[in-house]
Nanobody
Framework: QVQLVESGGGLVQAGDSLSLSCAASGRTFNSQAMSWFRQAPGKEREFLATIRWSDGLRYYADSVKGRFTISRDKAKNTVYLQMNNLKPEDTAIYYC?????????????????????WGQGTQVTVSS
């Protein structure tokens, strides 16, 4: 079983930047893509960004496009999320996830049920 471990969360002020990391270990990596989601208290899990493992193709939710950047280091089996100009509404637990192979469609990329592995989450809190 693949283990995903997020790190880099913390408490920051509005306008600050933060970089999250997600390292995969425990089994040979074999996923189509890795993505970042977040979940605020009382809300459903929200898709943020994905990166296709083979070629680095990226796709972002409109809500974070231009502020967040997803990247990967294939040699380290690690995905990153660079978050700039953070806002209080970004406060949530941030999760990385590994997607199983399937059609490259927005509906499946954004759906949590399409992901086989999840990290434990890292808390990001943005104060005003």
């Amino acid at each position: 079983q693949v283990q995903l471990v997020e790190s880099g969360g913390g408490l920051v002020q509005a306008g600050d930047s933060l970089s999250l990391s997600c390292a995969a270990s425990g089994r040979t990596f074999n996923s189509q893509a890795m993505s970042w989601f977040r979940q605020a208290p009382g809300k459903e899990r929200e898709f943020l960004a994905t990166i296709r493992w083979s070629d680095g193709l990226r796709y972002y939710a409109d809500s974070v496009k231009g502020r967040f950047t997803i990247s990967r280091d294939k040699a380290k089996n690690t995905v990153y999320l660079q978050m700039n100009n953070l806002k209080p509404e970004d406060t949530a637990i941030y999760y990385c996830a590994a997607k199983r192979f399937g059609p490259w469609l927005v509906a499946t990329i954004r759906a949590p049920r399409e992901y086989d592995y999840w990290g434990q989450g890292t808390q990001v809190t943005v104060s005003s």
